[in-house]
């Protein structure tokens, strides 16, 4: 039986701040996020898959305004390399409207990583 209590600090919560329509999260936090935990090494093909699609619906629903500020984030070259991985493998998984979407990815990543980044890529034996 539950005991009565005079306490009301559990009322202090709001927990309509966490509403979908209220909460927010930061798309380039989780983009880098994804990137820095990609799971390139992993022999599981399952999670390599979801971690793909995860991404890939990151980078689709930032805006192609926001791109720019989303790359300027990400610190280490390694990251733009394992995001143009991501980038690759999305276009071997067309959607309506994604191949747009990565081309613009594509191009803002090359213009900070280079064409060593699209080497660095095409040479690797680990997948995204």
Request: one cysteine or more; glycine letters at 6%; aromatic letters at 6%.
């Amino acid at each position: 039986m539950a005991k009565n209590t005079s306490s009301s600090a559990f009322r202090k919560i709001d927990v309509d701040q966490y509403n979908e329509d209220n909460f927010k999260e930061d798309d380039a936090d989780q983009a880098s996020s994804g990137m820095i935990n990609a799971p390139l090494m992993c022999k599981n093909q399952q999670v390599k898959d979801n971690a793909l699609s995860l991404t890939l619906r990151v980078l689709l629903s930032i805006k192609s305004s926001q791109i720019d500020a989303a790359i300027e984030s990400l610190d280490d070259p390694e990251l733009c390399d394992v995001l143009m991985k991501y980038i690759y493998r999305g276009f071997e998984i067309p959607s309506e409207g994604s191949s747009g979407h990565l081309l613009t990815w594509h191009e803002k990543v090359f213009a900070k990583g280079g064409v060593g980044s699209i080497v660095r890529v095409l040479s690797d034996s680990a997948r995204a």
